[in-house]
């Protein structure tokens, strides 16, 4: 696609509850970052894909966090029994070369847990 | 962890005025980036700066790159109601990935009143 596709826009769910969330990344990029942006603060990095791998798992917040990558393309985050304090933006950016810091970000999963 | 300070955290300008904001850290960068993000979007890359003392354009935006790494400004001149949004610092994580992970300022929320 022209850019990085995100779904859903907004998610609403309750505390408990397992969501997923998708990414499909610019054509041809092959890494792939996802963010989190809690309000009014900069963006926190999650996880990187290399085509299908994940190498940096290291900004998980905790082990219900869980991502992965299918066919070097789309991606999905699954954050298992929510949590009030998962409530955030969730960013998904993917770059051309496995050694480029300009990043493209879709539009973002605005994530709401009641 | 590795930490980007931007200032102001937020700037309130009249239409036409020119706007100044700053990102510091303690680590030495070698690549500044400057992101703005609009109301329920992703950041969108504006300048990239990869030399110390350099010094790029954009239409009415001027970012540089300090001469000790450690620092960058973004200039917007004769502002318009559509400069008004969020914008972020950006440098690669201070780990020596290989990878484009990035670590961000916290944002300048930027309000221009006509």
């Known amino acids: 696609g022209a850019g990085v596709s995100q779904s859903p826009s907004n998610k609403v769910t309750e505390k408990g509850k397992d969501v997923e969330l998708r990414c499909d990344p610019i054509s041809g990029h092959t890494a792939l970052y996802w963010y989190r942006q809690s309000l009014g603060q900069g963006l926190e990095f999650l996880i990187y894909f290399q085509g299908n791998s994940a190498p940096d798992k290291s900004g998980l917040p905790s082990d219900r966090f869980s991502a992965e990558r299918t066919g070097g393309s789309v991606s999905t985050l699954t954050i298992q029994r929510t949590q009030q304090e998962d409530s955030a933006v969730y960013l998904c950016?993917?770059?051309?070369?496995?050694?480029?810091?300009?990043?493209?970000f879709g539009q973002g999963t605005r994530l709401t847990v009641v | 962890g590795q930490q980007l300070n931007q200032s102001p955290q937020s700037m309130f300008i009249q239409e036409g005025e020119d706007v100044s904001m700053n990102c510091t850290s303690s680590?030495?960068?070698?690549?500044w980036l400057w992101y703005k993000q609009d109301p329920g979007e992703g950041p969108v890359l504006l300048i990239a700066l990869y030399k110390a003392g350099e010094l790029t354009s954009n239409g009415r935006l001027t970012a540089q790159f300090g001469i000790t790494r450690k620092d960058s400004f973004l200039n917007i001149s004769a502002s318009i109601p559509s400069d008004v949004g969020i914008y972020f610092c950006?440098?690669?994580?201070?780990?020596?990935?290989?990878?484009?992970?990035?670590?961000f300022g916290q944002g300048t929320i930027l309000t221009v009143h006509p």
């Open positions: 950006a440098g690669p994580y201070a780990g020596g990935t290989s990878y484009g992970k990035l670590t």
């Open positions: 680590s030495i960068f070698n690549t």
């Open positions: 950016a993917s770059t051309p070369r496995m050694v480029n810091t300009e990043a493209f």
